[in-house]
């Protein structure tokens, strides 16, 4: 048997173990007191450990918590309707037009290709390349502030010359920014959209003839261009479903852009936008190679240009020896979690995304150029710095 201690340790709280050894007579008010200062002590590091870490790491972290947490804040999109994409070079359009659904037209429709350009001159140049035997009129407007409001230079004017083979079919527009301080980077954006809008109806659309609407970066294959172009009764209004790759065609993210859009066009109602505007969603359109440059000095001009630049939360995320690094990994630039609705795509994408070794439809100007633009092709994910 034990002795009366040992036992009451037994029943009696952890506060007895906390306040060491109270006698039994005194047990009543030390114990009291006991609990007292075993409430401060609780207290003390909740006031002072517990709430100033916590603020601490909701200001620095804060942003990427709410991302991992998103599923619960925001519910999915609503799904798409995606429609089969039909293709093989050696399949007459005719029969294309058919499996779609659609008949073939007696001529094609006209195109117009319209973005918005920040400093994306190689990807420009692949994207015009691809396209050039399709399009009617390319449409460029480049303003001299980013959406973030920082002043740009003009580097499409800068580097015109490399595109003399679009200029005769080119309409060329500037604009000045605004460079409002604080104000939400959409509205910049916003902004240039309805100038881009303009200068659209400068280039000469009119009613039916296509109008493609992406950023530089999401670049549709010519043989999606030319199916639209020839058959009738596509959808008015038409997203495309592009691969998703990042800092070069060696990191396939997944297949879910879907911004990018082809409508026809009907003047009055046709407006320049970058957002979701209907349901139907061509399947493996093209692709979209988002940050994909070609120098370091690249990447830090688009993190800082960018509409999320909130998202540089540490000024050690724009050190180019970390830039270099986070490429060849395949890692995220602001190190965030995957932009997901669900927890299980979430988890399922933590981490760098695996390397690609395939090569197989690309774009046919990059690979006729495969030494030029090396850096865009797998295992060349070092850049040029400065
Ligand atoms: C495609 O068509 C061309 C010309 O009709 C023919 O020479 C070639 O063998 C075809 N290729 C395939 C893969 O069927
Ligand atoms: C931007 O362009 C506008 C219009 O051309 C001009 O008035 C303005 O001075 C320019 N601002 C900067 C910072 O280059
Ligand atoms: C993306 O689409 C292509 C072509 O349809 C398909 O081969 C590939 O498996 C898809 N990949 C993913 C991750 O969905």
Same mark, same amino acid.
């Given at each position: 048997?034990?002795?009366?201690?040992?036992?009451?340790?037994?029943?009696?709280?952890?506060?007895?173990?906390?306040?060491?050894?109270?006698?039994?007579?005194?047990? =009543?008010?030390?114990?009291?007191?006991?609990?007292?200062?075993?409430?401060?002590?609780?207290?003390?590091?909740?006031?002072?450990?517990?709430?100033?870490?916590?603020?601490?790491?909701?200001?620095?972290?804060?942003?990427?918590?709410?991302?991992?947490?998103?599923? &619960?804040?925001?519910?999915?999109?609503?799904?798409?309707?995606?429609?089969?994409?039909?293709?093989n070079e050696n399949v007459s359009m005719e029969t294309l037009c058919k499996?779609?659904?659609?008949?073939i037209?007696?001529?094609?429709?006209?195109?117009?290709?319209?973005?918005?350009?920040?400093?994306?001159?190689? *990807? &420009? !140049?692949?994207?015009?390349?691809?396209?050039?035997?399709?399009? !009617?009129?390319?449409?460029?407007?480049?303003?001299?502030?980013?959406?973030?409001?920082?002043?740009?230079?003009?580097?499409?004017?800068?580097?015109?010359?490399?595109?003399?083979?679009?200029?005769?079919?080119? *309409?060329?527009?500037?604009?000045?920014?605004?460079?409002?301080?604080?104000?939400?980077?959409?509205?910049?954006?916003?902004?240039?959209?309805?100038? &881009?809008?303009? &200068?659209?109806?400068?280039?000469?659309?009119?009613?039916?003839?296509?109008?493609?609407?992406?950023?530089?970066?999401? *670049?549709?294959?010519?043989?999606?261009?030319?199916?639209?172009?020839w058959?009738?009764?596509?959808?008015?209004?038409?997203?495309?479903?592009?691969?998703?790759?990042?800092?070069?065609?060696?990191?396939?993210?997944?297949?879910?852009?879907?911004?990018?859009?082809?409508?026809?066009?009907?003047?009055?109602?046709?407006?320049?936008?970058?957002?979701?505007?209907?349901?139907?969603?061509?399947?493996?359109?093209?692709?979209?190679?988002?940050?994909?440059?070609?120098?370091?000095?690249?990447?830090?001009?688009?993190?800082?240009?960018?509409?999320?630049?909130?998202?540089?939360?540490?000024?050690?995320?724009?050190?180019?020896?970390?830039?270099?690094?986070?490429?060849?990994?395949?890692?995220?630039?602001?190190?965030?979690?995957?932009?997901?609705? !669900?927890?299980?795509?979430?988890?399922?994408?933590?981490?760098? *995304?695996?390397?690609?070794?395939?090569?197989?439809?690309?774009?046919?100007?990059?690979?006729?150029?495969?030494?030029?633009?090396?850096?865009?092709?797998? =295992?060349?994910?070092?850049?040029?710095?400065?």
């Amino acid at each position: 048997m034990s002795d009366g201690y040992s036992s009451s340790k037994k029943t009696d709280d952890i506060c007895e173990d906390f306040c060491g050894r109270a006698t039994r007579a005194a047990r =009543g008010m030390s114990r009291l007191r006991c609990l007292l200062r075993e409430i401060d002590m609780k207290t003390y590091l909740f006031l002072f450990v517990v709430i100033p870490v916590g603020i601490c790491g909701l200001y620095l972290h804060g942003q990427k918590i709410s991302y991992f947490f998103r599923p &619960l804040w925001e519910s999915p999109p609503k799904p798409f309707h995606v429609i089969p994409h039909y293709y093989n070079e050696n399949v007459s359009m005719e029969t294309l037009c058919k499996l779609h659904g659609w008949q073939i037209r007696e001529f094609p429709r006209r195109v117009y290709d319209a973005v918005l350009f920040n400093n994306e001159v190689d *990807i &420009l !140049t692949i994207r015009w390349k691809e396209l050039y035997p399709y399009v !009617t009129q390319f449409v460029l407007l480049e303003s001299n502030s980013t959406f973030t409001g920082l002043p740009k230079r003009l580097i499409f004017k800068k580097n015109r010359d490399k595109f003399k083979f679009v200029e005769p079919r080119l *309409i060329y527009g500037t604009i000045g920014g605004r460079f409002k301080k604080g104000e939400n980077p959409f509205v910049e954006e916003a902004y240039q959209r309805v100038a &881009l809008d303009q &200068l659209i109806r400068i280039a000469g659309i009119g009613d039916d003839d296509l109008l493609i609407m992406s950023d530089v970066d999401e *670049i549709p294959s010519a043989h999606t261009i030319n199916l639209l172009r020839w058959c009738d009764d596509i959808p008015p209004k038409l997203h495309l479903q592009l691969r998703n790759y990042l800092y070069s065609f060696e990191f396939f993210v997944d297949n879910k852009s879907w911004r990018a859009s082809v409508h026809r066009y009907q003047s009055g109602s046709t407006r320049y936008a970058h957002f979701r505007q209907s349901d139907d969603l061509l399947s493996d359109s093209g692709w979209h190679c988002s940050f994909c440059f070609r120098r370091i000095s690249e990447f830090i001009f688009k993190m800082k240009a960018y509409s999320h630049n909130d998202r540089i939360r540490f000024f050690h995320y724009l050190d180019p020896t970390r830039i270099q690094d986070v490429i060849c990994k395949g890692a995220n630039l602001f190190d965030m979690f995957p932009e997901e609705h !669900t927890f299980k795509e979430i988890i399922r994408k933590l981490g760098p *995304i695996s390397h690609s070794y395939s090569a197989v439809h690309l774009p046919a100007y990059l690979l006729n150029n495969a030494e030029k633009y090396k850096y865009l092709l797998p =295992g060349n994910c070092k850049r040029e710095s400065g």
